[in-house]
């Protein structure tokens, strides 16, 4: 399975502030995906990284306030924007391979509070 | 739209004995069934997958699932469960017919007592 790191692994931010969390693959894959996991609860998709398009965002999460960028096949990054308190949360980011069948692949995960 | 139940917000077993951890589900097209173990502070990492073939599916770590179409089940088991075991397992869903979402159950807390 491929190894995913994320920076940073945690932050306190202040709200009103934005911030950018980086996602990288050691290898080239088709998905890539980001999530969120809120306290003591289960994971939501927020968005589909694509490359070389704009992300396909979930119901519930708009572009403006979860920016994502994926400039190539190994590297995303995922903004929150304008944060508040309830954007307190590990934010993962995950992967894909090719094909119709697969299983995703996690990173270990942003764990975010906003203050 | 493809949704998962976990009707067990915790499992308490002795060490030793065997472990079960419920998931059913709801999809409209075939279902992609997968089972993930989250450790305190940790990302989640891949236990095991039902896609087609067999219906019981064994996984890392030692753990099996057993893929029940009738009713639509995809429980987690083990036959010996260890105090390393315990954690927190999420059940995961993917309908064919909505491309790669891949969908959580609220998680279960498995507590392994020596």
């Known amino acids: 399975s491929a190894v995913i790191s994320q920076k940073p692994s945690r932050d306190i931010c202040q709200r009103g502030t934005s911030l950018t969390i980086q996602c990288q693959v050691d290898s080239q894959v088709t998905m890539m995906f980001w999530y969120r996991q809120q306290p003591g609860q289960s994971l939501t998709l927020i968005a589909t990284a694509n490359q070389g398009s704009e992300a396909t965002y979930e119901s519930g999460f708009v572009i403006d306030k979860f920016p994502i960028s994926r400039p190539n096949l190994t590297f995303s990054t995922l903004t929150v924007s304008n944060m508040s308190p309830e954007d307190s949360s590990i934010y993962l980011c995950s992967v894909g391979s090719a094909g119709a069948l697969y299983e995703q692949y996690f990173g270990p995960g942003t764990r975010l509070t906003v203050t | 739209a493809q949704s998962v139940a976990q009707p067990e917000d915790q499992v308490n077993v002795a060490e030793g004995n065997p472990l079960t951890v419920k998931c059913t589900y709801s999809?409209?097209?075939?279902?992609?069934l997968f089972w993930y173990v989250q450790y305190p502070n940790r990302g989640l990492q891949f236990l095991l997958k039902y896609i087609t073939g067999d219906n019981l599916v064994k996984g890392s770590y030692g753990f099996e699932a057993e893929f029940n179409k009738s009713q639509t089940s995809f429980h987690l088991k083990k036959p010996s469960a260890l105090v390393s075991d315990s954690a927190l397992y999420f059940c995961?869903?993917?309908?064919?017919?909505?491309?790669?979402?891949?969908?959580f159950g609220a998680g279960t807390i498995l507590r392994v007592k020596s």
């Open positions: 999809v409209s097209g075939n279902p992609y």
């Open positions: 995961a869903v993917r309908d064919d017919r909505y491309g790669n979402k891949l969908v």
